[in-house]
C-alpha cells in the first residue's frame, strides 16, 4: 500500500485528487494540506510513501516544502504537480529535491504511473516537462564559460539507454525495447552515472545534453 499526502490550496483539486486516487487499489490517502506548513506536520506525525503537492501555497509554497522534507525525511518521494509550465519552476523544484514534475493536465493514468515509478525509486517528469527542461539546457556552456568535453567510456549500448532514459522510458520499457532484462537495464543506468559522475537521473540527462551525448 501507498501512503499519499496531497498539498494543494485549491479544495477542488485537492478532493479531486483524493477520490481519484483513494479509488486506487494500491493507494491510500493518508493526509490532506492547504499549505507546506501544514503538510509538514502531517508529514511528522505520520510519514508517507509519498507526497504529491502543488506549488503556489500561502504560507509556505511546494518548492520550499520539498526543500524541508527532502531535508528531514529523505525516505518520502516527492512529485510537483502543479500548472506552472516553464523551466524557472521546473528547475527549482529539481534543485529542491522532487523525484517527479507533472502538469494538473496530466491524465489520471500518468498520474497513477508516475505515482509507482517514484515510489518504485525512479524519477517521472511528464513528457512536455521533459523537452522543457532539456530545451532549457541545450547548449548552455559548461561551468565557469568553459564547453564541456566529450566523455569517453560510455558504450553504444549505454547510449541508447540513455537516450531512452531522457524520453521518460522506465527500466522496464527500455528492457523490452532493447531485449535486455531489467536488471542489465539497471546495470546500464549504474555505469553511465558513475562515467558521468552524477548522482540521479535529472543530473544524468542534464549533463548528457550539456556534453552534446543526447540531442532533442
Same mark, same amino acid.
Given at each position: 500500500m501507498i501512503k499519499i499526502i496531497i498539498a494543494d490550496d485549491h479544495p477542488i &483539486?485537492?478532493? @479531486?485528487?483524493?477520490?481519484?486516487?483513494?479509488?486506487i487499489e494500491n493507494f491510500h490517502v493518508i493526509g490532506v494540506a492547504v499549505n507546506g506548513v501544514e503538510a509538514l506536520n502531517l508529514i511528522k506525525s505520520d510519514p508517507p510513501d509519498l507526497l504529491l503537492t502543488d506549488i503556489s501555497m500561502p504560507e509556505m509554497n511546494g518548492i520550499d516544502?520539498?526543500? *524541508? &522534507?527532502?531535508?528531514?525525511?529523505?525516505?518520502?518521494? +516527492?512529485?510537483?504537480l502543479s500548472m506552472h509550465e516553464n523551466d524557472a519552476y521546473i528547475?527549482?523544484?529539481?534543485?529542491? @529535491?522532487?523525484? @517527479?514534475?507533472?502538469?494538473?493536465?496530466?491524465?489520471?493514468?500518468?498520474?497513477?504511473?508516475?505515482? *509507482?515509478? &517514484? +515510489?518504485? @525509486? *525512479?524519477?517521472?517528469f511528464s513528457k512536455s516537462v521533459s523537452q522543457i527542461l532539456v530545451n532549457g539546457l541545450y547548449n548552455k556552456p559548461g561551468e565557469n564559460g568553459e564547453d564541456q568535453q566529450d566523455v569517453t567510456g560510455i558504450s553504444k549500448r549505454e547510449l541508447e539507454v540513455l537516450e531512452m532514459i531522457a524520453l521518460g522510458l522506465s527500466n522496464k520499457e527500455i528492457a523490452g525495447k532493447l531485449f535486455l532484462s531489467i536488471r542489465t537495464v539497471d546495470a546500464h543506468r549504474y555505469n553511465i552515472m558513475q562515467k558521468l559522475k552524477v548522482k540521479n537521473t535529472a543530473e544524468m540527462i542534464k549533463t548528457a545534453v550539456k556534453m552534446k551525448l543526447i540531442e532533442f
Open positions: &483539486v485537492r478532493d @479531486g485528487l483524493r477520490s481519484a486516487l483513494d479509488s516544502l520539498t526543500r *524541508e &522534507v527532502t531535508k528531514k525525511y529523505p525516505d518520502v518521494k +516527492v512529485i510537483i528547475n527549482n523544484a529539481l534543485q529542491a @529535491g522532487a523525484h @517527479g514534475y507533472l502538469l494538473k493536465d496530466s491524465e489520471k493514468a500518468e498520474l497513477n504511473n508516475a505515482i *509507482e515509478r &517514484v +515510489v518504485a @525509486g *525512479e524519477k517521472y
